[in-house]
C-alpha cells in the first residue's frame, strides 16, 4: 500500500470516527434539551394547576360556603382539583398528549386511582419524606414520556373533613362518590402525587433526525476532503516521488546521466530532488 493510500485510509478511518462523535454527541445533547424542556412545560403546567387550585381555596371556595348550607358539596365548586383538573381538559384539547393527574392511593374518584408505576412514585415519597419531586422517562400507553411528580400530603383539617371519618363528609360527597374509598386519611401522610406526563415521542424522533443529518453532512465533508487531498497528494507527493525514482533507477543502469533533473518541487521532495541531481554529477565525475 502506498503513501497516498494509507494516508488517505487513516485520515478517513480519524474522519469517521470524528464524525460518529459528532452524531451520538449530538443525539445525546438534542435529548438532554428535550427532556429539559420537557421539564419546563411540567413546571409551568403544574404551577398553572396549583394556581387553580390555590385560587379556589382562598376566593372561590369561602364565597360558596356563604351562599350553601355548610352540609352541602359542589364539586367543580369546591373542590380546588376538580376545578384545576376540569381547566386542564380544556387545555388538553389543545395538547392531547400531555397528561395531568391526581394520582391517589386510595381516592374518591376512580379516574385518579394510581397505576403501579404511579403506586411506586408515591411509596417513595413516603419513604423519602425530604424529596420534593421526582422526574424521569417511562413508557405509557405504549409512548415514551416524561413525568414530573411532587406528593400530596395532608396538611390540613379541611382536607379531613372530606377524607378522614366518612361520617364527618358531606352528604353530598358520600352521594356522588360512595362510602367505600377516599377516607381514614392522617395528618401529614403522603396519599397521592400530582403527575405532569409530557410526551417525548416527537423530540426523540427530531433529535434522531438531527443527528443522522449532521452525520451524512459529516461523512459528505470527509469524504470531499478526501479527495482533495488525493489529489494533491497524487500532484505533489506521489507523482514527483514515482519520477524522482525512475530517475534513481535510470541512473543504476547508467542511463540518461546526461539530463539533469528539473523539480519544481520545496520542502523535502526539492530537496530530495536536489540531493538524487547531485549523485547524477557524482556518478558523471566517477564515469570520466
Request: charged share 20%; with cysteine; net charge neutral.
Amino acid at each position: 500500500m502506498g503513501i497516498r493510500a494509507r494516508s488517505i485510509l487513516v485520515m478517513g478511518v480519524l474522519g469517521f470516527l470524528a464524525i460518529a462523535v459528532i452524531g451520538i454527541t449530538s443525539y445525546q445533547l438534542s435529548i438532554k434539551n428535550a427532556m429539559d424542556e420537557a421539564k419546563i412545560k411540567s413546571n409551568i403546567i403544574l404551577n398553572y394547576a396549583m394556581a387553580t387550585k390555590k385560587y379556589m381555596k382562598l376566593v372561590q371556595k369561602p364565597l360558596v360556603k356563604e351562599l350553601i348550607e355548610a352540609d352541602r358539596f359542589y364539586p367543580e365548586l369546591m373542590s380546588g382539583f376538580v376545578s384545576a383538573r376540569g381547566t386542564f381538559e380544556l387545555f388538553q384539547e389543545s395538547y392531547p398528549g400531555y397528561i395531568f393527574k391526581q394520582a391517589t392511593i386510595d381516592p374518591l374518584n376512580p379516574a385518579n386511582k394510581a397505576s403501579k408505576e404511579e403506586q411506586v412514585l408515591i411509596d417513595h415519597f413516603r419513604r423519602d419524606p425530604s424529596l420534593i419531586s421526582s422526574e424521569g422517562q417511562l413508557t405509557k400507553n405504549g409512548e415514551e414520556v416524561f413525568y414530573f411528580a411532587q406528593p400530596i400530603k395532608v396538611d390540613s383539617k379541611s382536607c379531613l373533613r372530606c377524607h378522614g371519618n366518612v361520617n364527618d363528609a358531606p352528604k353530598d360527597q358520600i352521594e356522588i362518590y360512595g362510602a367505600e374509598a377516599g377516607y381514614n386519611w392522617k395528618m401529614n401522610d403522603t396519599v397521592a402525587a400530582f403527575v405532569i406526563y409530557i410526551p417525548t415521542a416527537a423530540a426523540i424522533t427530531a433529535a434522531k433526525k438531527l443527528s443522522l443529518t449532521l452525520v451524512l453532512i459529516g461523512a459528505g465533508g470527509i469524504i470531499l476532503i478526501l479527495l482533495v487531498i488525493w489529489f494533491f497528494l497524487d500532484r505533489s507527493v506521489v507523482l514527483p516521488i514515482v519520477q524522482l525514482a525512475r530517475r534513481t533507477e535510470d541512473f543504476s543502469l547508467g542511463e540518461n546521466l546526461d539530463a539533469p533533473i528539473e523539480s519544481g518541487s520545496t520542502g523535502e521532495i526539492g530537496a530530495l530532488a536536489q540531493a538524487i541531481e547531485r549523485l547524477r554529477i557524482s556518478l558523471i565525475k566517477l564515469l570520466k
